[in-house]
């Protein structure tokens, strides 16, 4: 079953609370919460006093995605508050001990590529991920268009997690519809990040059902 992360990135943050209460009803599986640091991407976003916030309102898993530079800086933060915690591979911090720290530190570990990052780069480290996740855009701004490269490398990590017998979730985002979502599954994608396509239907629990119908 495909799991659904949307995310805040783009909502009213004075109406987060009663959106996250609409994504509940919807069934979604985890929130998907976008960090930017304006170094790492070209974009600065939230940090952790919002996501304090945002765990006292919801009881959905939070499925955090820093873009941060030298991320082992700041994780200790953020895995008070995350569930998942992901860094990006191309951020300046030592994979291999930052993946173990995450763990140790309570949480699913997740690594992230950007669209420049080939998929073979990140097979070493899959035995130390509970999640991966292929970036379908360059990192930093939501409403952009889905890289098909990206399918590929799906295919690639869902194909070395079988060979390698590791049940590792997949997670895609980036410019994911109605259109993209069946073709990152097919390729091997089983949780979804979605924001604009989620965030500007007039009916969010629809869309959401929407895509997990798919
Ligand atoms: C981009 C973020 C994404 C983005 C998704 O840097 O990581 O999570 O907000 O938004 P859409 O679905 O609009 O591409
Ligand atoms: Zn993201």
Known sequence: MVKISPSVLIS??????????????????MLHLD?????????????????KSIKEHTKLPLDIHLMIDRPHRYVE??????DILGF???AG???VALLKKIRELGCKSCITIKPCTPAESIFDLLPLCDMVLVMSVEPGFGGQ??????????????????????NIDIEVD????????????????NVLV????????????????EIKSL
């Open 12 to 29: 009213d943050f004075l109406n987060l609370a009663q959106d996250i209460k609409k994504l509940e009803a919807a069934g979604v599986d």
């Open 35 to 51: 960090v930017m640091d304006g170094i790492f991407v070209p974009n600065i976003s939230f940090g952790v006093p919002v996501i």
């Open 77 to 82: 933060d953020f895995a008070k508050y995350a």
């Open 88 to 90: 990006h591979y191309e």
């Open 93 to 95: 911090s030592d994979n």
């Open 145 to 166: 268009k889905f890289m098909p490269s990206a399918l590929d490398k799906l295919t690639a990590l869902k194909n070395e997690c079988n060979s390698r017998g590791l």
């Open 174 to 189: 980036g410019g994911i519809n109605k259109e993209t979502a069946p073709l990152a599954v097919k390729a091997g994608a």
């Open 194 to 209: 979605a924001g604009n396509y989620i965030f500007s239907a007039e009916d969010m629990a629809a869309r959401v059902k």
